[in-house]
């Protein structure tokens, strides 16, 4: 059964890649939808099993790498933890593949597409799956290969040709780290499987290691190196600028990536390092400080975004620092809490706005839409559902993760805790302020878009109307639900998969917080969703006026340039990269060096040499002869008396060159 999960999906895309010519579209999409969906349902039986019966299980499959003491197998690890992220991703690929099947319906490459969709859930499998780092090192790349093939699914389209390659060389940057960090594990402990370096770490607390010529604590360099990683494909502060460009693909796609599988990989690999993380002090403080900024940036730089789809996707870079500073506090179940709750209601945003984006003709303005709660009735309600459990409202899914984050972060009681709350906090603001205007300028606006777009909007067919009901049900109710299993005090739950020092839990302190701090971030999202909904009815000219001004121009344009992070990249690293690849190691080592004493070099010499050669050639008869006939003697001389000095030997050249000529 456990190995089933893993491998349906790779089955499916296998049948719909090599045979999708001749199944068709809709035989790729039956296919597939029934090999995710069938895992689905053994991931929850699964969850049954491990998550509620406490029977953790491993699998050995065979050996894969076996060189001296660096030992690899292919091996699976089924915990609590691996269960939960099991449940997610395959419930959500599930509807992601239903929901394609019409929404791509009219793509002639529909099965290249569902085999695309298929493998991506496989890797994102065996990333969760894994036992070792090895192993999860290549799910880990498998989904960033798969997100590079589902970016740039519309080859044809420049923007997507562009934001794929962005997604794939930002994210090399952090495996890049993730390498070193791995490379640092199997320096430090000698092996590289979950059990073993994990089991090692409290022995090693002590351990240095020489790093850039600096002696460094082995695992505070292992956590920052383990967190590079992370960074890069959770798209926080400094590595985040692929994730809105991916919104150049297919919809499903980003709600794929968003939601269940790819950029929720850095906080699983966080959660999953936590006995080894535990005991990085330093390296934890990193993660807060960057989580807490990266809530804080994205959800300011959604405030003015006009693409639905990137404020949608600024939401998830925001919710993502929630999650990360999480884990820099310890309190991982509240992380991966988050996490699980995060993926129902942002693929319900995602797949809505797909629903949205449909109806309209393809337009993805917000300015050029408004009206459509008339039109796309039941799209409106689940798009609702949807922002209102993105702003934590309170009985619904948001709220009972986000909110516990913030009061974690509080309860904390340190300098770099208290700074993540507050960041969050406004964070909070920001969100619901983005959330309400979202919804205005969609669905409650007045209609601002081409007239026969606008008037031939309708409601999508029975299946993408389907998945965004079953959406819907587990942002409202999952996470009532699951909040006593999941961080309840005194759970049992999580088992071994997830631990934290004693000194670090802080889950206990929040529940005797004082009641105006735990209402504060809830206060935050009520007066932004309100001052948003009161500004966009009421006082659209009051915010055009804000806008033209000086200041809050400049603001704007800030917020709006994604306060410029590009535009640094682009002018401080990139053009200083491209211009000395070009003049120094084009023009000089390839054009200059490796030409000089490779291809045009050789064929240089070889030609003065031949014409060298070619102007002894006289044509003659008896200069011929007269040469081998010295060659002779040359030849004799050197048999009979060994080899002549060069003095003997010049004049005798000299003289069969001066007789010859």
């Known amino acids: 059964m456990y190995l089933n999960i893993i491998f349906l999906p790779l089955a499916g895309s296998f049948v719909a890649g090599l045979f999708g010519r001749f199944i068709g579209g809709r035989g790729a999409g039956l296919i597939t939808i029934c090999c995710v969906g069938l895992s689905c349902c053994l991931s929850g039986l699964s969850f049954y099993e491990v998550g509620l019966g406490g029977a953790f299980t491993y699998i050995y499959l065979m050996p894969w790498l076996d060189s001296d003491f660096f030992q690899v197998n292919w091996s699976f690890c089924f915990d609590s933890l691996t269960v939960v992220m099991l449940v997610v991703v395959t419930f959500i690929s599930t509807l992601v593949h239903l929901y394609s099947t019409e929404y791509m319906g009219e793509d002639p490459h529909l099965p290249r ?23 999860m090192f290549v799910g880990w790349e498998g989904v960033g290969l798969c997100s590079y093939l589902l970016i740039n699914f519309w080859f044809t389209r420049v923007q997507a040709n562009k934001a794929a390659i962005k997604a794939m060389l930002v994210n090399r940057v952090g495996d890049f780290g993730l390498a070193l960090g791995i490379f640092t594990i199997f320096i430090t402990f000698g092996a590289v499987d979950y059990a073993t370096v994990f089991a090692l770490s409290p022995q090693l607390v002590s351990a240095t290691l020489s790093f850039l010529g600096l002696d460094v604590k082995c695992l505070d360099l292992i956590g920052i190196l383990l967190f590079v990683g992370a960074v890069g494909k959770s798209a926080q502060l400094g590595l985040h600028t692929w994730l809105p460009d991916a919104m150049e693909g297919p919809t ?41 900024a990266t809530a804080f940036f994205a959800a300011t730089t959604a405030l003015v975004q006009n693409d639905l789809k990137r404020v949608i996707a600024y939401s998830t870079c925001s919710q993502l620092g929630y999650m990360v500073f999480a884990c820099g506090l310890s309190n991982y179940s509240v992380a ?53 459990a993105l702003m934590g409202m309170p009985f619904l899914t948001g709220f009972y993760s986000k909110d516990v984050i ?18 969050g906090s406004f964070a909070a603001f920001c969100t619901a302020f983005y959330s309400i205007r979202l919804i ?46 999941f961080i309840g005090l005194g759970t049992t739950f999580w088992g071994n998969s997830i631990f934290s020092l004693p000194s670090n839990l802080s889950i206990v302190d929040a529940e005797f917080m ?21 500004f966009y009815f009421n006082y659209k000219q009051a915010l055009f006026s804000l806008k033209v001004s000086d200041w809050g121009r400049r603001l704007y344009t800030f917020l709006n340039r994604k306060w410029l992070f ?24 390839d054009r200059g060096l490796i030409e000089s004493l490779g291809p045009f070099g050789l064929s240089n010499v070889l030609l003065s040499q031949v014409k060298q050669i070619r102007e002894i050639h006289s044509g003659f008869l008896y200069h011929y002869l007269m040469a081998l006939v010295w060659g002779n003697v040359v030849f004799a001389v050197w048999f009979l008396f060994g080899i002549p000095s060069p003095h003997v030997l010049s004049l005798l050249i000299f003289t069969s060159l001066w007789l010859t000529l």
């Open 566 to 589: 590009d535009k640094v990249y682009n002018e401080a690293i990139n053009q200083n990269v491209l211009d000395f690849g070009y003049h120094f190691t084009y023009k000089v080592i």
């Open 514 to 534: 004082s009641t105006s701090i735990k209402l504060f971030p809830l206060c935050c999202s009520f007066l932004g969703g309100i001052l948003s909904f009161v």
């Open 113 to 135: 597409f569902m085999s695309y969709l298929s493998l991506f859930t496989f890797f994102m499998l065996v990333l969760v799956t894994a036992d070792n780092f090895v192993q």
């Open 252 to 292: 499903p796609v980003s709600a794929l990536i968003h939601a269940a599988t790819m950029v929720t990989a850095g906080v699983f690999l966080l959660a999953r390092c936590s006995p080894l993380l535990e005991y990085c002090p330093n390296a934890l403080n990193i993660v807060t400080l960057i989580g807490g």
């Open 440 to 485: 205005a300028l969609c669905f409650l606006c007045e209609p601002n878009g081409s007239r026969t777009l606008t008037l031939s909007a309708s409601e999508s067919s029975w299946p993408m109307v389907t998945v965004l009901g079953l959406l819907a049900t587990p942002s409202i109710f999952i996470g009532y639900l699951g909040r006593d299993l």
């Open 406 to 423: 913030l009061e974690v972060g509080y309860a904390t009681y340190s300098s770099v805790s208290h700074f993540a709350y507050w960041l």
């Open 336 to 388: 991966i809490f988050h996490l699980s709750n995060h993926a129902f209601f942002k693929a319900l945003l995602f797949l809505g706005a797909g629903s949205v984006i449909h109806a309209v003709g393809d337009e993805q303005d917000m300015r050029k839409m408004g009206g459509l709660r008339r039109l796309l009735p039941f799209t409106y309600a689940m798009m609702v559902i949807g922002s209102l």
